[in-house]
């Protein structure tokens, strides 16, 4: 845990009392200031005070004298509408900050020059995120990963000084953390979303803009024209940029050519690394999200040669294009984390011959968007509630059996992909929905599938069949 010590024996409200919000209250409880918190879930509220902790509703507190509102980033701060809470505080004049804020705040007043790396994006964050942390791992370094990845800010240990810090930040917490200022702050791409949140695709970029603004080494993919404009704009400010693309060479900065990262510096490139053989980072998105890993990792002075270790080592990010089990020329891949149509789109233009594990709760769209994709599809094999409506999209184009439950069709796929004498395979669980008509939710689902895999005659695991 990082016991917040910068509000010591102040006044603070908190709102929100879920994972990282009751985590929060517990970090500034540690750090010796005075909380009351409070959640619209009772069931959340008696946990909190369970554990110790003041509760009390904010509506009936007095705002005089109250230092700080901590919001969990789940709370809504402008749109659709503030929260009430929030309005509380901002008619109180009281400054609306989260958890990401108080860490750069303990990290300020500790450890100012601990390596910070934070990443941002619409896609590609928590692949990153967990790339970056295990080169730094691999090569020997302290290293704490959290944040929106799944491990709240505060229960890391705290800074100091030769310890690395690599934090995947949503907006969310991006708009709650306005003094963030990593070593190297990346920004992968931006396209709509959460604009139920922020209003605007503007509001939303240019909260996402903070987080690089501020970084002492913006680390900008430049492949849609918010993220170039943004670059631009950071660059003219004085700032270091480095860019980064998947799609078009640059004069200076990491782009990629098919599988190889190039390194350009006045307009002279050369090969950093080739991920041709690295199964966990294959298809364009995931150069993307090396590059701008080995840029990062670069920036806190990791050498090349551990990067390049590091990236051949990755076992990839569990549930994301994961492989799990290799029997002769079939690998088997779970991308259970691909909950809609969008989401399913990497893996599937990452493999060349598919046999496809789809469905479950559909999403608005189903897989229309994604019949770019099915020449490449040997065979579809379909679950869940979404059945039915996959196969009348997939009609005569792609071959498809419902198979209805995923151990059957597991059992088949696998089967299928066994004959198959055209070349390499991948049995793919890409669902390209959410799992809650048959799972709680999607790493149930990819865990299940791992176990199904496990079961199967003459596979070789390559992960531990309980995840």
Known sequence: ??????????????????????????????????????????????????EGLVTA????????????????????????KPHWSVDL??????EIIGDVELFVRERRAYAPDCPFIAITG?????????????????????????????????????????????????????????????????????????????????????????????????????????????????ERSGARVVRVSRRQPLADGLYAEGARLLL?????????????????????????????????????GVSEDEIRAGLASFPG????????GRKASAVFVNDSKATNADAAAPALSSYDRIYWIAGGLP??????????????????YLIGEAAAAFAAT?????????????ERAVLHAAADAEKDEAGPVAVLLSPACASFDQYKNFEVRGDAFVGHVATLPGVTMLIEANG
């Open 264 to 300: 350009a510096q006045g307009g002279t490139a050369r090969e950093i690394a080739d991920l041709s053989d690295i199964q966990t980072l294959r298809g364009g998105h995931n150069a993307q999200n090396a590059a701008a890993a080995i840029a990062a990792c670069v920036a806190v």
């Open 394 to 406: 997939l009609g005569e184009t792609v071959p498809y059996e419902i198979s209805g439950t995923l």
């Open 57 to 80: 509703d904010l509506r009936q507190i007095d705002w005089n004298g109250i230092s700080a509102f901590i919001l969990s980033p789940g709370v809504p701060l402008t749109h659709p």
């Open 122 to 234: 619409t896609n590609g964050k928590s692949t990153t995120t967990a790339l970056i942390a295990h080169i730094l791992k691999s090569s020997g370094r302290d290293t704490q990963l959290g944040g929106n990845i799944g491990t709240a800010v505060l229960t890391l240990d705290p800074p100091k000084a030769g310890r690395f810090f690599v934090v995947e930040c949503s907006s969310y917490q991006i708009d709650l953390a306005p003094t963030i200022n990593p070593s190297a702050g990346i920004l992968l791409n931006l396209t709509p979303d959460h604009l139920d949140r922020h209003g605007t695709m503007q509001h939303y970029a240019d909260v996402k803009e903070r987080l690089v603004a501020g970084s002492d080494t913006a680390i900008i993919a430049v492949d849609d024209t918010f993220t170039t404009l943004i670059a631009d704009r950071i």
């Open 89 to 94: 505080a901002r008619a109180a004049g009281v």
């Open 1 to 50: 845990m990082i016991p917040v010590t910068t509000l010591r024996n102040k006044n603070v409200a908190l709102f929100g009392l879920g994972g990282s919000g009751l985590a929060t209250a517990q970090a500034l409880a540690a750090g010796g200031a005075k909380v009351v918190a409070w959640d619209d879930n009772p069931d959340s509220v008696a946990k909190a005070a369970s």
């Open 317 to 324: 990010l569990k549930h994301r294009m994961q492989p799990v």
């Open 363 to 380: 999403k608005e769209g189903g897989i229309t968007s994604l019949s770019g994709f099915f020449p490449r599809i040997a065979k579809a």
